[in-house]
């Protein structure tokens, strides 16, 4: 089976919910390197690169990686967003909220499209 063939998705929703998870997992781990943060950063980048791995390979169980990173990235985007909006960070600000709602918008196309990973 070719690269480009296991690149094919049925849909192009699926295949950016990938790309979502696969560049926060990115984005987390230059963060925790980086800058010294705590290592929730490394964690949520982990869980993300496997969610984004499970969707690739349509996994059954990517819905259950889906659904924990929901719950970690709430709490933790909510967590900065008042600790920002306290700081008056406005860039910071704008892109934690960007991650929480593209967080809820994936997680509810995923879950929407959990039939399509494979039993």
């Known amino acids: 089976m070719s690269f480009?063939?296991?690149?094919?998705?049925?849909?192009?929703?699926?295949?950016?919910?990938?790309?979502?998870?696969?560049?926060v997992?990115?984005?987390?781990?230059?963060?925790?390197?980086?800058v010294y943060s705590p290592p929730s950063?490394?964690?949520?980048?982990?869980f993300s690169l496997v969610?984004?791995?499970g969707l690739f390979r349509k996994r059954s169980w990517t819905i259950w990686f889906v659904v924990v990173l929901f719950l970690t990235a709430t709490v933790f985007a909510t967590y900065t967003l008042y600790y920002s909006i306290l700081?008056?960070?406005?860039?910071?600000?704008?892109?934690a909220l960007a991650?929480?709602?593209?967080?809820?918008?994936?997680?509810?196309?995923?879950?929407s499209k959990r039939k399509t990973l494979e039993t």
Do not use: C, H, N, P
């Not at 997992?25 to 980086?34: D, N, Q, T």
């Not at 950063?41 to 982990?46: E, R, T």
């Not at 991650?99 to 879950?111: D, G, K, N, P, R």
């Open 4 to 23: 480009a063939s296991k690149l094919k998705m049925e849909s192009v929703g699926m295949m950016l919910t990938l790309i979502f998870y696969l560049i």
């Open 99 to 111: 991650y929480l709602i593209l967080t809820w918008v994936f997680t509810a196309y995923a879950a």
């Open 25 to 34: 997992g990115i984005i987390s781990f230059a963060v925790l390197v980086i």
């Open 87 to 95: 700081r008056q960070d406005l860039l910071f600000t704008v892109g």
């Open 51 to 53: 969610t984004a791995y």
């Open 41 to 46: 950063i490394g964690i949520i980048g982990i």
